[in-house]
Each structure stands twice: as C-alpha cells, then as structure tokens.
T-cell receptor, first 118, second 115 residues
Framework: GAGVSQSPRYKVAKRGQDVALRCDPISGHVSLFWYQQALGQGPEFLTYFQNEAQLDKSGLPSDRFFAERPEGSVSTLKIQRTQQEDSAVYLC????????????????FGPGTRLTVL | AQSVTQLGSHVSVSEGALVLLRCNYSSSVPPYLFWYVQYPNQGLQLLLKYTSAATLVKGINGFEAEFKKSETSFHLTKPSAHMSDAAEYFCAVSKGRAAGNKLTFGGGTRVLVKP
C-alpha cells in the first residue's frame, strides 16, 4: 500500500503569512507524529495524535503552531504569522498501535514538506 | 529527559572500508534505540532497532548495531561501505509506547563514500 504522503513538498512563504501543511498517514495507522527538522540538524518532536486526540503537544515551539486531525486520519499542521526561524523540513510519521508487539510501534515517515520563509 | 549524541557530523570512508557511526544516549528508563537513514529529499527510513531483546541488532543493507548499557552506546557499523551508503544517518531514542512512542534524535552524521 501507499506510504505516508505529505503536501506540498515545497512551500515558500513571505514572513507573516499563514501556511498549512498536510499529512496523509498510512491507512489504518492510529498514531500520527509531526517533527521539525532544521537545516543540518536532527528532527525534533512537535506533536502527537492518537486517532483524533492530540495527546502531546509539548514540542510545539509557540502558539503560532497548531495541529489538528479532526477525523483521525489526515492531519494538518498550521503555522500562523510565519517567521524566518520557522524555515525547516516538517516531517510527518504514522504508526499502528499493536499491543501484541513489543512496547514500541515503528513509525513510518513521509518525505517531508520543506518550508522556506523569506 | 532523553538525549542522543552522535559523534562526528561528517564521516568519509572509502568504498569497501568499515563504516562506524557513533551514538551515545541518556535515558531515565531502559530505552528503545534506533538508527534511521535519510537520502536527499526523502523521509527517514528505519535501518534497525533495539527493543530489549538481543544486544546485537542486525538491520537492512548489511548494517548492524550493538547496545552497550555500560557505555550507554549504540554504535552503527557496516563491514564494507558501498557507494549507495552515502546518506545522512540519525540515531534516536524512545521511551516506548507508554510515553507515546515519540522519538528523540541526534544531530545526524553525513556519510561520504569515496570510490
């Protein structure tokens, strides 16, 4: 089946604009994660959903960042009033919750959206 | 809090030579440990994972890693580098499902393979 898809793949925004980044997880995957990867760095956790519930948003850097997953499938990461420091690749990952497996469920990553704020 | 340190942001190896990428972690609980590879303009692909079973873990593409609790390390090796191994590699740690499975990544090591 298809993997995790993200759109757009590239986004250029002027400082102050709002942007919306979309993630389509693997069908049937309950968990969905967003990570931010700045240039030359490792990804950093932003937020986590289980179905439609946002269980952890501790990594969101400011209240300009907002994520939703209203029907427990597609998720959107919205950034309001973008700043230059928001320039990064935004990665989405999804996973099953298989309680018969060892206490970790593998995350499958999408290709990311590269956001450039001018 | 968990953290991951990858020693060396860039590594250059000759084709056919040993690849060794170093990763040290800190975690307040027994961790789950991972190595991911990222090719240009692509997402992260899981190479291998340690989930408290065997300490020597074999992954895809001939890579393996050994969990050493006493050294808090999880170094990645491959006996013979191939040109296709040129990519960026990330070590990551997780507390597992009880903590939401979120991953904490190191800064990455970019591997260059010379012919």
């Amino acid at each position: 089946g298809a993997g995790v898809s993200q759109s757009p793949r590239y986004k250029v925004a002027k400082r102050g604009q709002d942007v919306a980044l979309r993630c389509d997880p693997i069908s049937g995957h309950v968990s969905l994660f967003w990570y931010q990867q700045a240039l030359g760095q490792g990804p950093e956790f932003l937020t986590y959903f289980q179905n439609e519930a946002q269980l952890d948003k501790s990594g969101l850097p400011s209240d300009r960042f907002f994520a939703e997953r209203p029907e427990g499938s597609v998720s959107t990461l919205k950034i309001q009033r973008t700043q230059q420091e928001d320039s990064a690749v935004y990665l989405c990952a999804s996973s099953l919750v298989d309680r018969t497996a060892p206490s970790y469920n593998e995350q499958f990553f999408g290709p990311g959206t590269r956001l450039t704020v001018l | 809090a968990q953290s991951v340190t990858q020693l060396g942001s860039h590594v250059s190896v000759s084709e056919g030579a040993l690849v060794l990428l170093r990763c040290n972690y800190s975690s307040s609980v027994p961790p789950y440990l991972f190595w991911y590879v990222q090719y240009p303009n692509q997402g992260l692909q899981l190479l291998l994972k340690y989930t408290s079973a065997a300490t020597l873990v074999k992954g895809i593409n001939g890579f393996e890693a050994e969990f050493k609790k006493s050294e808090t390390s999880f170094h990645l090796t491959k006996p013979s580098a191939h040109m296709s191994d040129a990519a960026e590699y990330f070590c990551a740690v997780s507390k597992g499902r009880a903590a939401g499975n979120k991953l904490t990544f190191g800064g990455g090591t970019r591997v260059l393979v010379k012919p």
